[in-house]
T-cell receptor
Framework: GAGVSQSPSNKVTEKGKDVELRCDPISGHTALYWYRQSLGQGLEFLIY????????KSGLPSDRFSAERTGGSVSTLTIQRTQQEDSAVYLC??????????????FGPGTRLTVL | GEDVEQSLFLSVREGDSSVINCTYT??????LYWYKQEPGAGLQLLTY?????DMKQDQRLTVLLNKKDKHLSLRIADTQTGDSAIYFCAENGSGNTGKLIFGQGTTLQVKP
């Protein structure tokens, strides 16, 4: 079946502009995660959605970052007033549920964001 | 706190076995994972192990878990050039937080 998809694959933007990154999870997966992969920082957790529960936003680095998940499926990560330090690969993952081996996370190909 | 450590680089000859090591700090992790990342690609799940297991074998891959020492290893038998990639170990930490804690990744170079 189809895996996790993300768009765009690459995004180049100017400092100060807003960007939106999209994630389509695997059909039927109730949990969705965003991570950031940057040089020197490795893979960092950003935010986690599980069903209809309030999202865990504990990894968002600043209030310029927000995410939503509409209809329990597609998610959008928004970065406002982008800064050069936001340049990274943004990875989305989904899992069937949360708990036990059903929370095994499957990753999308990522969106490479470059802020000039 | 939660922390996962890996060596940064490993070089082997084609046909040899590769062993990638990982240590973690959160003893309450229930699952530990190995992911593979090829250049320009996302993370591909290779295998995972439940914390009450010592070993798991899947074709050329063998995972060993020493829970007492909080040490995880991934052995790749008969390493091929196509195995060249970055390998990440990850733990799911304590509680049902959902997030994975990743090591910094081990770059595996396979020489022909």
């Amino acid at each position: 079946g189809a895996g996790v998809s993300q768009s765009p694959s690459n995004k180049v933007t100017e400092k100060g502009k807003d960007v939106e990154l999209r994630c389509d999870p695997i059909s039927g997966h109730t949990a969705l995660y965003w991570y950031r992969q940057s040089l020197g920082q490795g893979l960092e957790f950003l935010i986690y959605f599980q069903g209809n529960s309030a999202p865990d936003k504990s990894g968002l680095p600043s209030d310029r970052f927000s995410a939503e998940r509409t209809g329990g499926s597609v998610s959008t990560l928004t970065i406002q007033r982008t800064q050069q330090e936001d340049s990274a690969v943004y990875l989305c993952a989904s899992s069937l549920a949360s708990g036990g081996d059903t929370d095994t996370q499957y990753f999308g190909p990522g969106t490479r964001l470059t802020v000039l | 706190g939660e922390d996962v450590e890996q060596s940064l680089f490993l070089s082997v000859r084609e046909g040899d076995s590769s062993v990638i090591n990982c240590t973690y700090t959160d003893s309450s992790s229930t699952y530990l994972y190995w992911y593979k990342q090829e250049p320009g690609a996302g993370l591909q799940l290779l295998t995972y192990i439940f914390s009450n297991m010592d070993m798991k074998q899947d074709q050329r891959l063998t995972v060993l878990l020493n829970k007492k020492d909080k040490h995880l290893s991934l052995r790749i038998a008969d390493t091929q050039t196509g195995d060249s990639a970055i390998y990440f170990c990850a733990e799911n930490g304590s509680g049902n937080t959902g997030k994975l804690i990743f090591g910094q990744g081990t770059t595996l170079q396979v020489k022909p």
